[in-house]
């Protein structure tokens, strides 16, 4: 539960932080005031976007009933930077009454998947054996490698922007670049490669 432990987590690990606090909330593990003094912190909400920023939200609206009334209303009003950008809207025709607006439906039931931190050595040193079987070996050109990958499907990466995979031609089409130069984004995702095969 401390402010410098979790305020400098990347915005996915801050949800996987969020999913277990609020489980150990449930639980009784962990009290609700500390966990309202994060989560409604300007800092925690930094760099929260698309799908986390939701699944963040949706995690918060799920278990609003461990906060006090006073809390709820807050984390459940346009105060709240998460509630403000991302909760469902009700839409009413321009003679409804604000008031009449129906409630918001529940929140869905949010998965985060966790780290797997009992990876083996062993397990490690197999897939990558594996890998150079299917793509190459490691002492193979770059580009003999390349052309591997690329005729059994089409490279795709995360941009942490939004946590979403993207081709390099998006990658491009974002943030500038070529094929022969692509952006410094596409390069830092290199460790999110996969290939999507259509």
């Known amino acids: 539960m401390s402010w410098e432990e979790i305020f400098p987590k990347k915005p996915m690990d801050r949800l996987r932080w969020l999913f277990k606090a609020c489980k150990a909330a449930k639980e009784g593990r962990i009290k609700p005031n500390p966990l309202y003094n994060i989560v409604a ?36 009003s346009d105060n709240f930077e998460l509630f403000r950008k991302y909760a469902p809207i009700s839409v009413l025709d321009s003679d409804d009454d604000e008031d009449a607006a129906p409630p918001l439906p529940p929140p869905p039931e949010v998965h985060v998947e966790m780290k797997d931190k009992k990876r083996k050595k062993g397990e490690a040193a ?8 299917e793509f190459g070996f490691s002492d193979d050109d770059t580009e003999i490698k390349k052309a591997r990958i690329l005729a059994k499907g089409i490279e795709r990466r995360i941009d942490p922007a ?30 999110t490669s996969f290939i999507y095969k259509e």
Request: proline share 4%; glycine share 10%; charged share 30%.
């Open 162 to 191: 939004d946590g979403q995979a993207y081709t390099l031609e998006e990658f491009i089409n974002e943030y500038g670049g070529s094929g022969d130069k692509p952006p410094v984004e596409w390069d830092n995702s290199r460790h």
């Open 41 to 76: 912190h300007r800092r925690f909400l930094e760099g929260l976007k698309g799908s986390i920023a939701t699944d963040c939200l949706n995690l918060i609206r799920g278990h609003i009933h461990l906060f006090s009334p006073k809390q709820q209303k807050q984390l459940q």
């Open 126 to 133: 197999r897939k990558q054996v594996e890998e150079e079987e």
